[in-house]
């Protein structure tokens, strides 16, 4: 049995992998597929890929571009999740801040340099025209390190998918004054190119796999409540995320990546761009 190592954000995106793998799934087609939870995110894993402590990642598309323009050793071989992801811009409750506005110049809470909180931070500067360059961050490495943040003021406001949060709100820690939706599909599968020219045959077969689960995935009954214990969540806010959010089958688009990578270069968080070749791979 081939053992691969893949790695994902502990969300309800992900719940597919998870019910393939106890299904049995992977186990019969000889594959040991094990998953780590990595509640810090893009940039941990753009991390464990560089240092082959993952095989594959689930990961945020502008996070693991800008990566492997960067020299990660790496290619997004599909898009996981082709709907945008909508990023809540929060503050504490008990904050004064009550629009976009009375947050510039404040200092945002990210999980780490590099992740989608960072990245996304930057997007969002540059839709309400503010200067890049001045935004000021606080590394806090995940949900409860950006809770504790906010409540104790040593960050301003923090961005996060809105529904992963939507129990934080509920529970007055939160507020919500925005939303900022990804302007590009949210989630790709990213795989060592290592582990690409090594096993090919075990990566396409593991695609194969999600991709009947992701593609049935809506249709698995009462996969609402499941996924409403399992992560928490109301059952209407779950109804509402499964509305807005797509699972794709398909590899990403050559425009499509053209117009990240001139998103990332024009917000200077890339210094250059890669060609399609060389980030993504057919398999």
Not at 81 to 95: D, M, Y
Not at 98 to 120: F, H, P
Not at 211 to 232: G, M, V, W
Not at 241 to 269: A, Y
């Amino acid at each position: 049995m081939k053992t691969i190592k893949i790695a994902g954000v502990p969300e309800h995106f992900n719940l597919p992998w998870h019910l393939a793998i106890e299904n049995g799934d992977f186990e019969k087609a000889n594959i040991d597929l094990e998953w780590t939870d990595v509640p810090e995110g893009t940039g941990k894993m753009c991390q464990m890929l560089r240092d082959g402590e993952t095989d594959i990642a689930v990961i945020l598309t502008e996070g693991i571009v800008k990566d492997i323009v960067a020299g990660n050793p790496s290619k997004i071989v599909q898009m996981y999740v082709e709907s945008p992801l909508i990023w809540g811009i929060h503050v504490a409750a008990n904050s004064d801040y009550s629009t976009l506005s009375d947050i510039e110049n404040t200092k945002v809470a990210i999980s780490r340099y590099g992740s989608g909180s960072q990245l996304m931070a930057y997007v969002n500067a540059q839709n309400q025209g503010w200067k890049a360059n001045d935004l000021q961050f606080e590394i806090v490495n995940t949900l409860d390190g950006a809770v504790d943040a906010l409540t104790h003021q040593k960050a301003d406001y923090f961005m996060w998918e809105k529904f992963m949060t939507k129990p934080l709100v509920d529970n007055g820690i939160f507020r919500r004054i925005a939303d900022c939706p990804t302007p590009w599909p949210c989630f790709v599968i990213a795989v060592r190119d290592e582990v690409l020219t090594k096993h090919p045959n075990t990566i396409a077969t593991i695609l194969e796999i999600i991709n009947t689960t992701t593609q049935e995935f809506k249709e698995i009954p009462s996969i609402d409540r499941t996924l409403a214990e399992k992560y928490h969540q109301k059952i209407n806010d779950i109804n509402d995320w499964l509305s807005v959010t797509h699972w794709s089958q398909s590899q990403i688009k050559e425009d499509m990546l053209n117009k990240i990578q001139n998103q990332l270069f024009e917000l200077q968080i890339t210094d250059k761009k890669g060609t399609f070749a060389s980030i993504v791979k057919a398999i």
